[in-house]
């Protein structure tokens, strides 16, 4: 982009107003230019397609894009694409007809889109004399009253004398300087307004960026449609650029994508940072002058440049009043792409008239049920700051975690704001993050504490079932968890749980930590009789299996006492038929040890020798000591490792 493109400043005024009340003339008379280029629009004298017209300003680094809308009933669409991203809103008023339907209904769309700042014409003034024109003044005065108009200034004019022109224009150029910039999320945004074809060139589509840049051999997405393509060439305000930023008017020529393909509507933006969407949260603002609006009532929502029919779920009653508010959701019969804080309008579809608007809370939000509090709650929380909206976004994505990635486009926010509001809500314990290879996952602390609850309960409930056993089979605990989770989730509460001491794991088992086998009294009777078997036999002790046939107990029983003494540590199990008490495995510890410090290595039979025990007790004794990493075996003989 040329050094003058790239640092002058733009501002987008766009008109409105009742059909025939004059804006195309008037933007003539302010810039020269007639709006109107179709043939349909000089045959029949009105304007049915947006018109893009400059205007110089006092600051010739100053340069004002007025956008022409139509004004009559049936083209309201087409007003609302122009109308959605102006910073100067020009309300134009006839002075032979005064505020008619449509300037009421372009004055309830203005507001509706929170346009920041304006400016009211009237129009004609050459038709009507000085008091006339005080009494009009007066008239419009009352009808801005309580909106963004109320201090705007009112500005008699007249295309045919020029009367108030220039006056106009220095004034739209004094409003618009004073408009606050547009906060960039720094990824690139485009809705779609229009679409041509340049002989040379192809197809050309054209908007004002919201947000980001584009740069000639850039990749851009259509959303929703998902085609992908490139950026061949640029123009900004008419100028060719290599380059285009938040808040300019901007031409895309893009490369191989036939004009038929797209439309208005469309949003162009960096790829895979949009997600298509039939559904939007908001809360729904009706205007004193519609009438009543009942739950499910068919409608047609405008947000950016596009259109389309939807149902109106009224979230916490079954009726909204006229000048009422009230969370909703909109059900749309086709997809479309917004973001949180896009603002939006709903016409009726018979009779055609604004009725409402307001902002997206949530442009990707599940089926919701009416009049559930935590709904409704969540939706508050959308109405909130970045971090409030930043844990809604992890909260709802209730038992699976969710990536940063997906916040920053469920949110569209600048990447840092999110990050630090993430950062704030892991330091006030609200969520919980985990570092991955390619990205964090953040886990909400409700979820977090429920699924570790599930998990702990799980293993809990195995050992219930299972009384003679330490611990539970690890697939089987997995299995469970996801039917309640996804994988990386399961894997984000098992690592914070070992990590955490809550519970351990080791190949197949998982168990919890310090958990302890019951026993009733007459179980720890017979506990104490088998430890004193164990001690008394010292090394050669008896096999298990005949300790329970001396003592005359069940098998299950005898397993969940042995199972309890393994736990205490007060038996040590060598194997299935060979256990120590925990005495007489300390004596045999340190001759182990001993041997291996005086001689490097030891085999079976040389501790075989050592004991005076059998070969199954010192086989037995070795396994269980490269099992537990004390010892390792290279080939017949076990070494430190």
């Not at 970045?386 to 469920?410: C, D, H, P, R, Y």
């Not at 060979?578 to 079976?604: G, P």
């Given at each position: 982009?040329?050094s ?87 309300l ?89 910039h ?18 040379g060139?192809?197809?050309v ?32 305000h ?14 895309l ?62 979230l ?17 019969e ?10 939006y ?5 018979s ?99 429920s ?110 006492i ?37 001689n ?32 390792v ?9």
């Amino acid at each position: 982009m040329s050094s003058d493109t790239q640092s002058r400043k733009h501002i987008i005024v766009g008109t409105s107003g009742h059909i025939d009340h004059g804006k195309t003339a008037l933007v003539k008379a302010m810039t020269g230019v007639d709006a109107d280029t179709l043939a349909e629009e000089k045959r029949r004298g009105i304007t049915i397609e947006l018109g893009f017209v400059f205007m110089k300003t006092p600051d010739p680094n100053c340069e004002a894009l007025i956008i022409d809308v139509p004004g009559h009933e049936k083209l309201i669409k087409t007003m609302v694409a122009g109308a959605a991203n102006i910073d100067v809103a020009v309300l134009v008023v006839a002075a032979d007809d005064g505020v008619n339907k449509q300037t009421e209904e372009h004055f309830d769309i203005l507001r509706t889109l929170e346009i920041p700042a304006g400016v009211v014409a009237l129009t004609k003034c050459d038709l009507i004399n000085e008091d006339e024109t005080k009494e009009l003044t007066k008239a419009v005065r009352r009808f801005v009253r309580h909106s963004f108009l109320e201090r705007a200034p009112i500005i008699a004019t007249s295309a045919i004398d020029r009367t108030g022109i220039d006056e106009l224009k220095q004034t739209i150029y004094e409003v618009g300087s004073a408009v606050r910039h547009r906060r960039d999320t720094g990824v690139f945004r485009l809705p779609v307004d229009r679409v041509f074809t340049m002989q040379g060139f192809g197809t050309v589509v054209a908007g004002t960026v919201l947000s980001g840049a584009i740069e000639a051999g850039d990749e851009v997405e259509v959303f929703p449609e998902g085609i992908r393509t490139k950026v061949r060439g640029v123009q900004v305000h008419h100028e060719k650029a290599n380059k285009s930023v938040i808040g300019k008017r901007t031409a895309l020529n893009l490369l191989n994508v036939e004009k038929d393909r797209l439309h208005r509507g469309q949003t162009l933006g960096a790829p895979d940072t949009l997600l298509p969407s039939n559904r939007f949260d908001g809360n729904l603002n009706l205007l004193k002058s519609s009438r009543v609006l009942k739950n499910l009532t068919r409608v047609k929502f405008y947000t950016g440049t596009s259109e389309s029919l939807c149902r109106v779920a009224l979230l916490d009653r079954n009726k909204l009043q006229p000048g009422d508010s009230g969370p909703a959701q909109f059900i749309l019969e086709s997809q479309t792409v917004a973001l949180p804080g896009d603002r939006y309008v709903i016409r009726t579809v018979s009779p055609l008239m604004t009725v409402g608007g307001g902002v997206i809370l949530d442009a990707n939000p599940v089926k919701h049920k009416r009049f559930d509090e935590n709904v409704l709650a969540g939706l508050k929380k959308l109405e909130g700051n970045t971090e409030a909206q930043t844990e809604q976004m992890v909260f709802q994505a209730g038992n699976n975690s969710i990536e940063n990635k997906t916040i920053f486009v469920l949110l569209g926010k600048a990447e840092a704001d999110i990050t630090a509001a993430l950062d704030a809500l892991v330091d006030a314990n609200k969520i919980h993050a985990r570092q991955e290879a390619k990205t964090i996952r953040y886990l909400h602390a409700d979820f977090r504490k429920s699924l570790c609850e599930r998990f702990v309960g799980l293993i809990n409930q195995f050992l219930q079932r299972n009384p003679d056993q330490l611990s539970a089979p690890f697939n089987d605990m997995r299995s469970a968890m996801l039917k309640h989770t996804d994988q990386p989730t399961f894997r984000f509460i098992l690592d914070e749980l070992i990590a955490e001491q809550v519970i351990e794991r080791e190949g197949t088992s998982i168990w919890l930590c310090g958990y302890q086998v019951p026993l009733s009294s007459a179980e720890e009777h017979i506990a104490e009789q088998v430890e004193k078997i164990l001690i008394d036999a010292g090394i050669e002790c008896p096999l298990t299996e005949k300790i329970r046939k001396r003592l005359d107990v069940e098998q299950s029983k005898f397993n969940k006492i042995m199972a309890a003494l393994n736990n205490r540590k007060r038996v040590i199990r060598m194997t299935n038929k060979v256990s120590y008490h925990q005495k007489t495995f300390a004596k045999i510890e340190e001759i182990v040890l001993n041997l291996l410090e005086k001689n490097h290595s030891i085999t079976i039979a040389q501790l075989r020798d050592e004991l005076g025990v059998s070969r199954k007790y010192t086989q037995a004794i070795l396994e269980y000591f490269d099992e537990a990493g004390i010892t390792v075996r290279e080939g017949d003989k076990h070494i430190l490792p």
